[in-house]
């Protein structure tokens, strides 16, 4: 009778690295917290108050933005013009889109630094911001503005968390509540609350408050932040992770109750979504997508029968 031989400790040492190895990987990525998200969905039934993103499937997909070579960074819905508006970081400018992709305006932006994101706040007014000096930027659109300049436009510096070009990558804007949604790309993952910015009466004294939730934060299990889309008819928040590939929907205690997927083959997407910058939703739910340097998404849901 053999004996059975007995592992060589080399190869015990080898083995415990490699798990080692493994377990550090899937924490980095968050792909346990994930994991535990997939399969408490599975027996869990969806709140009716969900957005539902993973019902949603790309209609659009990889659309090349003509006549746009430059990074695209951020999307916002305009409800009153109908339109989508994005901004470009390299040769800084402020475009509107219509809602199937094509150009419709640019605006020349000076002096707003490394615009990383732009949101809708009211009609012909939206804020800008500029990733490196971490600067919230209130503007004005004429129908005849062909430049804008941000010596001329009321601004704000948060200046926390500085950290080189991890900073304010992502907006969204809460009409009712009156606050202001400011994404923290990572190191460290934030979103913060503003509330006074912009500031709408002159009348009255300019009070800022700044908001965080570290317990919705830690949550997201999402290695980054690139945009951020706030739906008024559910209160709840959608996050856009371009390394993570996946948008969430937080529910109105900041918790993850849905998910959409950018990898191929998931959501009809013939490709993997290869760098999402930003995200708008229309006032009928239909998502809208950036991807640098200049690709268009749409995702809507199915209709039902």
């Known amino acids: 009778m053999r004996r059975l031989t007995r592992p060589k400790p080399l190869m015990l040492i080898v083995l415990a690295i490699l798990l080692i190895v493994l377990i550090t990987i899937g924490q980095y990525l968050r792909l346990f917290e994930r994991g535990w998200f997939n399969l408490r969905a599975l027996w869990q039934p969806q709140s009716t108050q969900s957005i539902g993103l993973d019902q949603y499937q790309a209609v659009t997909q990889g659309q090349v ?3 746009l070579a430059d990074d695209v ?8 013009h109908k339109s989508l508006f994005t901004v470009t970081n390299k040769n800084a400018e402020l475009i509107e889109l219509s809602l199937d992709g094509r150009i419709l305006r640019r605006v020349a932006l000076i002096g707003f630094g490394d615009p990383e994101a732009v949101e809708f706040i009211s009609a012909d007014t939206y804020v800008i911001t500029d990733e490196s000096e971490q600067r919230l ?3 004005h659109l004429e129908a005849d503005t062909t430049y804008l300049d941000a010596a001329d436009a009321e601004q704000m510096t948060l200046g926390v968390h500085m950290s ?3 900073g304010f990558e992502g907006l969204a804007y809460d009409s009712v509540g009156k606050r202001l949604f400011v994404a923290k790309e990572r190191d460290p993952m934030l979103i913060y609350e503003v509330h006074g910015f912009p500031h709408f009466n002159p009348e009255k004294s300019y009070a800022i408050h700044v908001i965080n939730n570290p317990k919705r ?3 997201m299990f999402v290695r980054d932040l690139s945009s951020l889309q706030y739906d008024e008819r559910s209160g709840h928040l959608l996050a856009l992770s371009d390394e993570s590939r996946l948008i969430l929907e937080l529910d109105v205690g900041g918790r993850p109750i849905s998910t959409l997927s950018l990898s191929k083959g998931r959501q009809g997407l013939s490709k993997t979504v290869p760098q999402a ?3 708008a939703m229309d006032d009928d739910g239909a998502l809208y997508l950036v991807s640098e340097p200049n690709l268009f998404y749409v995702f809507k849901k199915p209709e039902q029968p």
């Not at 960074?73 to 009153?80: E, K, N």
Request: proline residues 4%; glycine residues 18%.
């Open 217 to 219: 934060d830690a949550g």
């Open 164 to 166: 080189g070009n991890k």
């Open 277 to 279: 910058e930003g995200i």
């Open 73 to 80: 960074s951020a999307l916002t819905f305009d409800p009153v």
């Open 137 to 139: 930027i209130k503007i």
């Open 65 to 67: 933005i003509e006549g």
